[in-house]
């Protein structure tokens, strides 16, 4: 990041901050927002969580994931709430806990599948926007620096290497025989090609924001080069 005041704004607490973290699935953006919410002091609201939830009961109502007629009336009906944890969001799917559901493999597929509907976006922006309003929240997503918060004080693009998203998403699923590193890239690359395609905020970087590529990072570097932007903004805005 720029060594440069940005004195365009008024200084603020640390506190009012927002955080925009972005990337495809499997770059780390849970692990580093998790790491730079309890470093600074912010709120971390997982928005990926949102759309898992939404789509877990999508799957439960048995409705089609490539129909967005039904899923918008089901989003009506609907109340998705984050309540910071110890360690994650407990997610509150119409005041159910449902944190233990989401991490499931046809989850997380479900959830790129509804996300590509420009309703359910803009329902889940909207709820996102809502939560984040005050500031003083680092929220990860897809289009969170695009979209949800385009005027973030500080925002960063997360990418590496499908090949070696799959193999990290692999080791956090090991402990199903089942699952095989191939069909985990696999399936990993097919929801790029969705998230970074849909017609309707496609996953890609803000102009504004700062990249990391952590394809030849440990998670440690990774952290500490998002540690070190969030605190280079915060020193400028100090100096204002």
Avoid at 15 to 34: F, L, M, Q
Avoid at 139 to 160: Q, S, W
Avoid at 226 to 239: N, S, T
Wanted: overall charge neutral.
């Amino acid at each position: 990041m720029s060594a440069e005041r940005d004195c365009s704004h008024p200084a603020e607490p640390a506190k009012k901050i927002i955080v925009a973290i972005d990337g495809p699935s499997g770059a780390g953006k849970s692990t580093i927002a998790r790491h730079l919410a309890q470093r600074f002091g912010l709120l971390n609201l997982e928005t990926g969580a949102m759309y898992r939830a939404f789509a877990l009961k999508a799957l439960r109502a048995g409705l089609s994931l490539d129909v967005s007629s039904g899923l918008e009336s089901l989003a009506a009906r609907t109340t998705i709430r984050l309540e910071p944890g110890e360690e994650h969001n407990r997610v509150l799917l119409d005041g159910e806990d449902v944190t233990a559901l989401l991490r499931n493999q046809t989850v997380t597929d479900a959830a790129s599948r509804v996300s590509v509907f420009p309703a359910i976006r803009a329902w889940m922006v909207g709820l996102q926007q809502e939560m984040g309003a005050a500031g003083g929240v680092v929220m990860e997503g897809r289009d969170i620096g695009t979209v949800v918060f385009p005027h973030a004080e500080v925002k960063i693009f997360l990418d590496a290497a499908p090949e070696v998203r799959g193999l990290r998403r692999y080791e956090q699923l090991r402990a199903k025989p089942e699952v095989q590193p191939a069909e985990v890239i696999r399936e990993m690359r097919a929801r790029d090609e969705r998230d970074r395609n849909r017609p309707d905020s496609p996953l890609r970087p803000a102009l504004d924001a700062v990249r990391v590529d952590s394809t030849n990072m440990t998670l440690e570097e990774a952290v500490k080069a998002a540690e070190e932007i969030v605190a280079g903004k915060l020193r400028a805005r100090a100096q204002c």
